[in-house]
């Protein structure tokens, strides 16, 4: 059933197994979105030149470039979110992943409603909240920082959007709402992903390490975003215009 998050959502699956592509394609369209499937990196990429999509289901172990070559490749110009597709239980893959941008994990075999579930999570995080009757969303300002929680973009004086996934962007809203507060790796996985996403300390350290590369001077010596060793990361981002 439409849950109301479908509408036009458009989602590439990229598997080489083609009864896994199958069985998803029925049950996604089923449920109301458009999917499109490709088998290896070729094919991948004609579909994403001919469509724009709004979720990737990427399989880890294709023929050619793997999983995570071809994810490094999406999102060197695009921040369509990335759900991996694994039969391996490596977590050395899955931490390569997310330091590359994938923004979930899922294990083979899975129950298609767990896929189901963890894109409807995505979209739902990645689209922007509806803004207030007066037009006012929330602004986080912060060192030339523009976060605009509302319409879910970053920007700075000299770039009107910064390109962020959904895990990057939940990231730093977290931790711009709570300015001088050291969170621990736990309280950030249960308020950027929830316990039902199989986050672990690695996730949080990686999407770190991406955003320090997006807003950082210097992402080795960090100013904004500083780690509190043996417990999680502080915001200590200036407000714009303090000294």
């Given at each position: 059933m439409?849950?109301?998050?479908?509408?036009?959502?458009?989602?590439?699956?990229?598997?080489?197994?083609?009864?896994?592509?199958q069985m998803l394609q029925r049950y996604f369209e089923e449920?109301?979105?458009?999917?499109?499937?490709?088998?290896?990196?070729?094919?991948?990429?004609r579909a994403m030149a001919a469509a724009g999509f709004d979720a990737i289901l990427l399989?880890?172990?294709?023929?050619?470039?793997?999983g995570l070559t071809l994810a490094r490749?999406?999102?060197?110009?695009?921040?369509?979110?990335?759900i991996m597709l694994t039969g391996r239980d490596d977590v050395i893959d899955r931490i390569v992943g997310l330091e590359i941008g994938a923004d979930d994990y899922i294990?083979?075999?899975?129950?298609?409603?767990?896929?189901?579930?963890?894109?409807?999570?995505?979209?739902?995080?990645?689209r922007?909240?509806?803004?207030?009757?007066?037009?006012?969303?929330?602004?986080?300002?912060?060192?030339g920082f523009t976060l605009d929680?509302?319409?879910?973009?970053?920007?700075?004086?000299?770039?009107?959007?910064?390109e962020l996934t959904t895990g990057e962007f939940d990231m730093l809203a977290a931790l711009a709402r709570n300015p001088r507060r050291v969170l621990a790796r736990e309280t950030l996985m249960d308020m950027t992903r929830g316990r039902s996403l199989e986050a672990f300390d690695r996730t949080i350290d990686a999407q770190i390490a991406r955003l320090r590369?997006?807003?950082?001077?210097?992402?080795?010596?960090?100013?904004?975003?500083?780690?509190?060793?043996?417990?999680?990361?502080?915001?200590?981002?200036?407000e714009n215009g303090s000294e």
């Open positions: 439409n849950d109301g998050l479908t509408t036009k959502s458009n989602i590439l699956v990229v598997d080489d197994d083609p009864r896994i592509c449920e109301g979105y458009i999917v499109t499937l490709a088998n290896d990196g070729p094919s991948m990429r399989d880890l172990v294709l023929p050619g470039d793997d490749e999406i999102r060197a110009t695009s921040d369509v979110p990335i294990a083979k075999p899975f129950h298609l409603r767990e896929v189901l579930a963890r894109v409807r999570t995505i979209l739902r995080r990645r922007p909240a509806p803004l207030p009757a007066d037009d006012q969303s929330e602004m986080i300002r912060f060192d929680i509302g319409r879910r973009q970053l920007s700075s004086g000299d770039c009107p959007n910064i590369k997006k807003i950082e001077r210097d992402p080795k010596n960090p100013e904004i975003i500083k780690s509190v060793r043996g417990i999680g990361y502080v915001f200590a981002g200036r």
